[in-house]
């Protein structure tokens, strides 16, 4: 039986490539001079550190195009309040990887209410789609592209 993965993940290479080049654009602009302004990257968050408010939302300006062109997802991420301890401003950046409960639970119901011949499971941090007909997982497919649940969403690990 055909089936396929429905995930919300975020490619950390990429996402590694675009904090580098945040860094370098904030390093070369005049704005940013003698200010130690960086971005730095924990395993599940990104850290805005610079001089004010000011130059950490510029920062994050910046940060959002590079990673837009490199193909991530801005929904992805989850910004937290701007934090100002003595001459420095810091926030921080979640990275949402998989689908929570609640959204997968989401998804599957509307996918059973929308009558198409398929079954939808929960499984960790993603939802199974299994059906007889490749044309009703396309169909799904094209029901979630539609949905917004707040998560960028990827199709993978499609079987015949």
Do not use: C, W
């Not at 997968?104 to 007889?132: F, N």
């Amino acid at each position: 039986m055909p089936s396929f993965d429905v995930v919300s993940e975020v490619n950390g290479h990429e996402l590694t490539n675009a904090v580098d080049q945040t860094n370098r654009e904030v390093g070369n602009r005049f704005d940013f001079k003698g200010s130690d302004a960086t971005v730095s990257q924990e395993p599940d968050a990104l850290v805005l550190e610079a001089a004010s408010e000011f130059q950490v939302d510029q920062m994050r300006d910046i940060l959002y195009q590079k990673l837009s062109k490199r193909g991530v997802d801005i929904q992805s991420l989850e910004a937290e309040e701007v934090v100002i301890s003595g001459t420095r401003a810091r926030q921080q950046l979640k990275v949402k990887q998989g689908i929570d409960k609640e959204t997968a639970k989401e998804l599957v119901k509307r996918i059973k209410e929308s009558k198409i011949k398929v079954q939808a499971s929960v499984q960790g941090d993603q939802v199974r789609v299994t059906g007889k007909k490749r044309d009703d997982l396309q169909e799904v497919i094209t029901l979630l592209r539609a949905a917004d649940v707040g998560l960028p969403l990827q199709f993978n690990n499609f079987r015949d």
